[in-house]
């Protein structure tokens, strides 16, 4: 099992709705955000390109934050999912430099945090809840060793990129283009 | 034009603008665990080599401060952390693939052993001292004992908190600035050559300072040279890495590096420590002062412009 996420940057339009979904299911103190959007602006007027992504941990296979985390605290559950447990969390902050997609931050309390897939709720058979409120469904989540998930679906016949590879974290959010 | 905006409103403390999540506590902490390696790492050469008589200051008062030196560094390092009631789960395990856990058993077993090395001194530093205690003494005895394989498990630990105060930042990949093979011995030889400085500082005889001021010079050359290769490899390397070598070669750190840590850090404490070699009277304070100066804004530099270098996307 390989959880991942595709995200089409041709249909999101960066209403952020995923943003305040997470902090609603997730309970994401004041300030503080588990995912974000990026609006990329390149070329030259009139020739502009827009690229709206909605990012957030890539839940790397070769995920640094693990790696260098040196409680253990960081770790890989099954499905790829990456997650801290909180009680073994010491804060030196190691996995937030070692991200290369500053996707952790330190909560107020402490340990750090970031996105978890909504475990809690993939556990139940749902999708991640940034997924089921997209409004233009831009965001597909899912299983990509099941070729009938909705995430490979979505990548069968579509290009798509992942940020930073060369960074060699094999990342699992694929971008849509 | 090609720009990256979050349009969401993300501004979470110390990760944006740019990430921010190491303070003043690191580097100060990379300081003095190089410095404490670097005092230690000499008390136990001149031991294994016999030559702890000619080598006073070294072998018996310079250790003094690295039990000090290392607990300080220790707070700051405890300071730093964010979670800090749950910091005994670093003793919890041992994880080889994470430097800061090994080099937090490193130092589990290196602070405890430099009080060791001071106690089994105190004797000849303090010739008043007594234990007062009989198993105290026996202990002591015990110690004087084993000296000599107790300067070789200081001097090999010595060595892996050198390098480990590199390689914690070097194994950070998503830094290019820091993820570079040639930041622990650089961090390693830095070390020495602070804590050399603080040795020769410490010392009061010309011969024993002499000695020490010849080997600190190779490390200043040493240095220089790896600070080179690390800008060669930098400019040789790909555009990320071309960027984070930027930051010092025009960029916001380009003063601050060239002029403390380089110019004043290490060429012109060189230049007085030759001059001094040759027989020029330098007040043995000044060189000190300006290497232990240089070693300490090397690694303020290092961790904030680090913490700039990112990977584009």
Partial sequence: ????????????????????????????????????????????????????????????????????????????????????????????????????????YVHPKGYIDKCTFCIQRVEKGQNPACVDVCPTHCLHFGDLDNSNSDVSMALKDRKWKVLSPDAGTRPQLYFLI | MDEELIVSGRHIPNIDPYLHVWHWQIPLYLFLGGLAAGILFFAGYFVVTGKQEKMKATVKWAPIIAPFVLVIGLTALFWDLKHKLYFWQLYTTVRFESPMSWGAWTLMIITPLSVLWVASYLKEIIPTWDWKVVWFNRFESWLIKIRVPMAWVMMILAVILGIYTGILLSAFNARPLWNTSILGPLFLVSGFSTGLAATIWISTDPAERRILSRIDLVFIVVELFLIVHLFMGFLAGTETAVESAKLFLGGSFTMSFWVFVVILGLIFPGVLEAMELRGLHVPKWIPAALILFGGLMFRFIIVEAGQISRFLN
Wanted: proline residues 5%; glycine residues 8%.
């Fill in chain 1, 1 to 104: 099992m390989r959880y991942a996420m595709a995200i089409d940057t041709k249909k999101c339009v960066g209403c952020s709705d995923c943003v305040v979904a997470c902090q609603l299911e997730n309970n994401v103190p004041d300030g503080y955000c588990r995912d974000w959007i990026v609006e990329n602006v390149k070329g030259k007027y009139p020739g502009l390109f827009l690229e709206f992504r909605s990012e957030r941990c890539n839940h790397c296979d070769n995920a640094p934050c693990v790696r260098c985390c040196p409680t253990g605290a960081s770790h890989i559950v099954d499905g790829g999912i990456v997650l801290v447990t909180r009680d073994e969390c010491i804060g030196c902050c190691a996995c937030i430099e070692s991200c290369p997609y500053d996707a952790r």
